[in-house]
């Protein structure tokens, strides 16, 4: 193990928790090892291992970028990175009010999408639906 897939775990652990990353390990094979080598130590042991921005601007940033390059099925799980890495609610809409002008409105409004389901789920089956209902982001 190099010292930056050690880092990578460690941050990897601190934003998404350890049950979204102990879930992603048993399900690593010897055919995708590499891989998810490559991930940790690139996009976890580099990228977000880096103190030139903070994790909240790192969290608005990534969810920017999945939804312009239409990359949903990440969302999800970077919405529910966001209470650990401190992005709220109103940063996640200003990133994807971004995405709208920038990448165009499909794009933000499906992100919007998974973003309101994700958070419904985060919150709880009855606070959840208070909020879906409100328009609460």
């Not at 601007?57 to 919405?79: D, K, Q, V, W, Y």
């Not at 966001?82 to 933000?108: C, M, N, W």
């Amino acid at each position: 193990m190099t010292n930056r897939y050690e880092t990578g775990m460690k941050v990897r652990r601190s934003v998404l928790g350890d049950a979204h990353v102990d879930r992603a390990e048993a399900a690593k094979t010897p055919f995708d090892e590499a891989f998810q080598t490559l991930i940790t130590e690139g996009a976890w042991g580099t990228v977000w291992a880096s103190d030139g921005i903070s994790d909240r601007e790192r969290s608005m940033l990534t969810l920017a970028l999945l939804a312009a390059l239409g990359n949903f099925e990440e969302i999800p799980m970077h919405i529910r990175a966001t209470a650990r890495t401190g992005a709220s609610k109103a940063d996640v809409l200003e990133a994807f009010q971004h995405v709208a002008i920038y990448a165009g409105v499909p794009r933000a409004n499906h992100a919007l999408k998974l973003a309101k389901q994700t958070y419904a789920e985060m919150d709880g089956p009855e606070t959840g639906q208070a909020n879906a209902q409100s328009g609460d982001k």
